[in-house]
């Protein structure tokens, strides 16, 4: 089955750092979202980017669908932006990388 | 209601005890799926249902867990003879159509504990 592979497994940076999160995937997919996991361990999604690249706020997200990765930036962090982040990919099923934990420290 | 919501919240039950956990969606949501998650750990997919019926089935780990949903709204859980390894967060989203657009949402999830 198709893998997901999320980059890197943790992360630390000081409040107001950038950041980048990668997910590589092994096959085609028609579906890609990005999902936050706050420390309480709700899930809320953030992008749903199966290509291209999109903006919210402080967060952007591009797909490159041709060569399987997508890319999660996060500009300006706040300590808020801290849990792990989950790359979810569906060629049918929903399938979810195993997350990159991120540590904003104040 | 206005999100998806999940009961118990938690449950801690002994090894060999049945337990079902309760999924209610988003009204109107068609999609539902289930996953685990262990500590640490990402999400496991275990079954999605469209409407009443459950295309995809192929997560469940094991013939003791079952799940099924009525009305094409609430769904249970149930898994039966619990063991250790059972222990995890059982999570459930749901999506307005199934599509591979759609968002999903997610409950707060139901952590089990299987003494």
């Known amino acids: 089955g198709i893998q997901v592979e999320q980059s890197p497994p943790d992360l630390i940076l000081q409040e107001g750092a950038n950041s980048t999160l990668r997910c590589n995937f092994s096959d085609s997919v028609n579906n890609l979202q990005w999902f936050h996991q706050n420390p309480w361990g709700q899930l809320i999604n953030l992008f749903y980017i199966p290509s291209g690249t999109k903006q919210n706020g402080r967060l952007s997200a591009t797909t490159v669908a041709t060569e399987r990765y997508s890319l999660l930036y996060i500009s300006s962090s706040q300590t808020t932006d801290s849990g792990v982040y989950f790359c979810a990919v569906s060629p049918s099923k929903i399938i979810f990388g195993s997350g990159t934990r991120l540590s904003i420290r104040p | 209601g206005a999100g998806v919501s999940q009961s118990p919240s938690n449950k801690v039950t002994e090894k060999g005890k049945d337990v079902e956990l309760r999924c209610d969606p988003i009204s109107g949501h068609t999609a539902l799926y289930w996953y685990r998650q262990s500590l640490g750990q990402g999400l496991e997919f275990l079954i999605y249902?469209?409407?009443?019926?459950?295309?995809?089935k192929s997560g469940l780990p094991s013939d003791r867990f079952s799940a099924e949903r009525t009305g094409g709204s609430v769904s249970t859980l149930t898994i039966q003879r619990t063991q250790q390894e059972d222990s995890a967060v059982y999570l459930c989203a749901t999506q307005l159509n199934g599509g591979a657009s759609d968002t999903q949402y997610f409950g707060p999830g139901t952590r089990l504990t299987v003494l």
């Open positions: 249902f469209q409407g009443n019926s459950a295309p995809d």
